[in-house]
């Protein structure tokens, strides 16, 4: 070979030699070796506040340096916070950084109606990282405190848990606890699925000691096709909660997730939450039940299950004689309307309502209004600030304290007898918070100053406003 060959040889052996070293030397420098050993996936599952054990914190994974973060923080059983947010992952702070929080609150008042509001958009924040251990700083705190959360569960173990089939008999008020349900396998579904029931029920146990204690099961509803209705629990000593759905046949259990897919027409809001809200309810969920969930670090404990009972939509109403309410109010949360025609109101609930006369009321209330959906009318009386004081319902689906969705604590609890009917009183002993009766048709509810014992009304007037409702 040529000298000259050899030389073009080696020229070109020598710049690919510099280009590989280039090359290798590049990519070396150009990686963040801490950046490079974090992914998202590992830091998955379900996180628990350190000091109180309340608030909760979803962490999900968009790609390996990105995770979706949800939390939940009840004030009470009237109020609960939630923040949603995206964080990445910052290598020099050694934390999840963002700046897309959306902050809300969530409130419910006695009958378990939901109230929620923004708080603040694009709030800023983050987690910083030590093991399993997530200590989080949200920027737009009125005195930002850091929070520390610990891990609690994988997600696939937080999925199975919602998932475990315990069906709650609907008759028996010794509904199997979650704690007789089947060991979950080794590898669960990683999203909520349809699952077959036992065929026979477990024997009840004690709960655990320290698992949540449920102190308000949901109630029957009666809904039009299309329309609304809403579902309320109440809890001691629980961390999140989900609502499950059972057939009526109740060989199958679906979470609320599940469900949604199931009933794609129907809106399922606030699914993991006390109060769960069902919007544009299909004939097919008729006979259905749903019950609530509730767990923590120590157990789960389930509901009564209620019943789902919807009535097939006329195809074409055509009222002559009374108006229809439909067009002028509309449809709210829970089905129901709010008028100020009586008219409307007993078409609405679908019969006659006789209000008490008005020199029976209390001194200083007048008629607010009316409030109905299918089976039930409220007539409402309010102070002259508006405020609603006395509440007085008719229903021929629901009774008692269900009906009047009052479930505060009384120190004294009487029966009065008047005209052949029963008066159940609830209150201080001389004063009535909450009073109830049935007819053989129907059930009545006279609610006065809900909670505030030794300020409700006498017997002589309720004598009176009942009296005057015959």
Not at 399 to 420: E, F, I, M, P, T
Not at 437 to 459: C, R, S, V
Request: aromatic fraction near 10%.
């Amino acid at each position: 070979m040529h000298k000259k060959q050899w030389l073009v040889l080696l020229a070109c052996l020598l710049t690919l030699t510099l280009v590989l070293c280039a090359c290798g030397k590049t990519e070396g420098e150009g990686v963040d070796p801490n950046q490079a050993a974090f992914r998202a996936q590992d830091l998955e599952g379900l996180y628990v506040e350190e000091i109180a054990h309340r608030g909760t914190m979803i962490l999900k994974a968009k790609d390996d340096q990105t995770l979706d973060i949800d939390v939940r923080w009840p004030g009470s059983a009237f109020e609960a916070y939630g923040w949603h947010m995206t964080a990445a992952f910052d290598a020099e702070k050694n934390a999840l950084v963002y700046s897309d929080c959306v902050k809300t609150l969530a409130t419910y008042d006695e009958q378990g109606r939901e109230t929620s509001e923004v708080v603040y958009t694009n709030g800023t924040g983050s987690l910083a990282l030590a093991d399993r251990k997530l200590t989080w700083t949200e920027d737009n705190a009125p005195e930002p405190n850091p929070s520390s959360f610990v891990f609690s569960m994988s997600l696939e173990d937080y999925y199975n848990q919602q998932q475990t089939i315990v069906i709650p008999d609907p008759a028996s008020s010794d509904a199997p606890t979650p704690s007789d349900a089947p060991a979950p396998t080794a590898t669960p579904a990683p999203a909520p699925t349809a699952t077959p029931a036992p065929t026979t029920a477990p024997s009840p146990s004690p709960t655990p000691q320290g698992a949540p204690i449920i102190k308000k099961d949901p109630t029957d509803e009666t809904v039009k096709e299309g329309g609304n209705c809403m579902f309320v629990a109440k809890y001691e000593n629980a961390i999140w909660a989900v609502w499950h759905f059972v057939s009526p046949d109740r060989q199958t259990d679906l979470t609320y997730e599940a469900a949604a897919k199931q009933f794609p027409q129907m809106e399922i809001i606030d699914g993991m939450y006390s109060t769960m809200t069902l919007k544009n309810v299909p004939y097919e969920l008729n006979g259905w039940r749903v019950y609530c969930r509730y767990s923590n670090n120590v157990g789960v404990s389930d509901t009564k299950t209620a019943l789902i009972t919807v009535i097939k939509a006329d195809p074409a109403p055509t009222p002559t004689t009374v108006p229809d309410p439909t067009p002028t109010v509309g449809p709210i949360v829970n089905d129901w309307y709010d008028t100020p025609s009586l008219d409307e109101a007993t078409y609405g609930a679908g019969f006659l309502f006789t209000p008490p006369l008005e020199q029976t009321i209390p001194e200083g209330l007048t008629l607010k209004g009316y409030r109905c959906r299918m089976g039930t009318i409220e007539a409402d009386y309010a102070d002259a600030n508006g405020t609603v004081k006395l509440i007085i319902r008719k229903s021929n689906t629901n009774s008692g304290v269900d009906l009047a969705g009052d479930y505060n604590s009384y120190s004294k609890s009487w029966d009065h007898s008047l005209k052949g009917l029963t008066l159940h009183c609830l209150g201080d002993g001389d004063t009535v918070n909450l009073g109830y009766f049935d007819t053989p048709d129907y059930h009545y509810t006279i609610n006065y100053n809900a909670g505030k014992e030794g300020q409700g009304l006498t017997l002589d007037q309720l004598n009176s406003i009942i009296n005057s409702m015959q």
